[in-house]
């Protein structure tokens, strides 16, 4: 069994930046696809990026392109994202999320571990 968890989620303002981490225990990670999700008040939740088991394929959703960075390091079977000029519509829980295939997928129907989510808000 794998577990998740969340860090560095918080409150900034627009155009600020924050870096959240993901650690993953109970058995390593370094061969599963991994993700960030995320759900703002009163919507669905939505991908948000992916990244491939070697951090050598990565997808964003539009929103985030050119703002966003996911990353990963397996050695501290840990997944981040570098969130750089955020704006208010950024703001929500963020979810990382891991799938036992080991591509970068943006289906969250297909990953199978989930961690509990961490809060960031940015205020305008």
């Known amino acids: 069994q794998v577990q998740l968890v969340e860090s560095g989620g918080g409150l900034v303002q627009a155009g600020g930046s924050l870096r959240l981490s993901c650690a993953a225990s109970?058995?390593?990670?370094?061969?599963?696809?991994m993700g960030w999700f995320r759900q703002a008040p009163g919507k669905e939740r939505e991908f948000v990026s992916a990244?491939?088991?070697?951090?050598?394929?990565?997808y964003y959703t539009d929103s985030v392109k050119g703002r966003f960075t996911i990353s990963r390091d397996n050695a501290k079977n840990t997944l981040y994202l570098q969130m750089n000029s955020l704006k208010p519509e950024d703001t929500a829980v963020y979810y990382c999320a891991g799938h036992f295939a080991g591509i970068a997928i943006t289906s969250e129907r297909d990953y199978n571990y989930w961690g509990q989510g961490t809060q960031v808000t940015v205020s305008s």
């Open positions: 109970g058995r390593t990670v370094s061969n599963y696809g």
């Open positions: 990244i491939n088991w070697s951090g050598g394929r990565t």
